[in-house]
């Protein structure tokens, strides 16, 4: 019955071998199976397999291949287990690439690129691309339900702005420590930074001719917000692609802008008006002075003129006054006759009076003298 039995595994228990499993006698309990039979039995059979003998051996024959096949199977276990290891803790870093070890869990360093060796599993590696270029896109535009690029400028106008932040990592370990969600605090931080920008301006400006300047505000607030924050991010740039009033009131605000305009134009025709009235009104008067300044001079000159001929006259008539009298009597009439009719009479001549015509006479030389 024992040649005829088969064991556990299938196999014939042939060649005086003892069978694990022996048959249960009446009334007994269970027995348990002998392990160093088992083990014997396994490896008896994954020697076949491999292609080792399998013929009537005895005993002592099978066990002594036995054990070498089991310190065989050990040693390539234990380098099927190595190169495994080994697989599992060397890795490669690409250029564009930072890895960050962690021993334990536990922040250890950052490697550069090249390969490098990580023990499993005591070293985990995170690797995080660092030049890639990565955006976050904010405004109305991007998003029809949402009210983010909607913001209260310092003028108490709303301005609907998109833009757009690009950003790379500098440093991985802060990256992957410090920020829970990146892009999301990015998002909140630009748009926060924007929204306090914003607030300290006027619509005009915005919409026109400050837009560069916002971007460079813009940039250095969000850079020293994420510094802050120890985050790893570095800032690229900032596009900001439109400003623009809110679609529900775009065409009010043209007109307002339209009606803003036309009163420049009024303005600055008024301010023309203004500056050339002005610019008379400056010469008129500036002329004034100078004629009141000349005539000033000259009444001051012929003053100064005739109180030094006075003085000139006294000297004299303290000298000789009779003849000094006597010239200033005969000068006198000169000035006080010089435009009056005058006739020369002779009391000494008797009947007809004759007369001289000195004032035909005078007005004869004046024409000649005018005439030369």
Do not use: C
């Not at 002594?64 to 380098?79: N, Y």
């Not at 930074?193 to 813009?218: C, F, V, Y």
């Not at 400003?243 to 420049?264: G, H, L, M, N, T």
């Amino acid at each position: 019955m024992a040649g005829n039995s088969k064991g556990p595994w299938g196999g014939g228990g042939g060649g005086g071998g003892r069978d694990p499993w022996p048959p249960r006698k009446g009334g007994d309990t269970p027995q348990m199976p002998d392990m160093d039979a088992i083990v014997r039995k396994g490896q008896e059979k994954l020697k076949v397999l491999m292609g080792g003998g399998g013929g009537r051996g005895g005993s002592s024959g099978r066990s002594g291949g036995g054990g070498g096949f089991g310190r065989s199977a050990i040693v390539l276990g234990v380098l099927f287990l190595a190169v495994l290891w080994f697989l599992a803790s060397f890795y490669t870093i690409k250029p564009e690439e930072r890895g960050v070890e962690l021993f334990l869990g536990k922040y250890y360093r950052t490697t550069e690129s090249g390969p490098h060796l990580a023990p499993w599993p005591l070293v985990k590696v995170e690797i995080v691309e660092t030049t890639r270029e990565r955006t976050e896109d904010i405004g109305v535009g991007t998003n029809s339900t949402s009210d983010a690029g909607l913001m209260l400028t310092g003028d108490e106008n709303i301005v609907d702005i998109d833009f757009q932040v690009v950003w790379n990592i500098s440093d991985p370990a802060d990256y992957l420590f410090n920020l829970a969600d990146p892009p999301e605090t990015i998002r909140a931080v630009a748009e926060s930074a924007m929204r306090e920008i914003i607030a300290q301006s006027e619509l005009s400006p915005i919409l026109n001719r400050d837009r560069g300047i916002i971007s460079e505000q813009l940039h250095d607030l969000i850079q020293s917000t994420l510094d802050s924050y120890n985050s790893g991010v570095n800032i690229i740039r900032v596009n900001f692609d439109r400003a623009d009033p809110p679609r529900e009131v775009i065409d009010a605000f043209r007109e307002v802008q339209a009606a803003e305009q036309e009163r420049d134009r009024l303005q600055k025709q008024a301010d023309a008006y203004a500056n050339r009235v002005l610019a008379q009104a400056r010469g008129e008067a500036a002329k004034l002075v100078e004629e009141a300044e000349a005539y000033r001079a000259q009444v001051v000159n012929t003053a100064e003129g005739e109180a030094s001929r006075f003085e000139a006259v006294l000297g004299e008539y303290q000298k000789a006054p009779d003849v000094t009298r006597k010239r200033l009597y005969i000068e006198t009439l000169e000035k006080v006759l010089a435009d009056v009719d005058k006739i020369i009479i002779d009391d000494q001549v008797k009947g007809i009076v004759p007369y001289l015509p000195l004032d035909r006479m005078q007005a004869g030389q004046t024409k000649t003298g005018a005439q030369k």
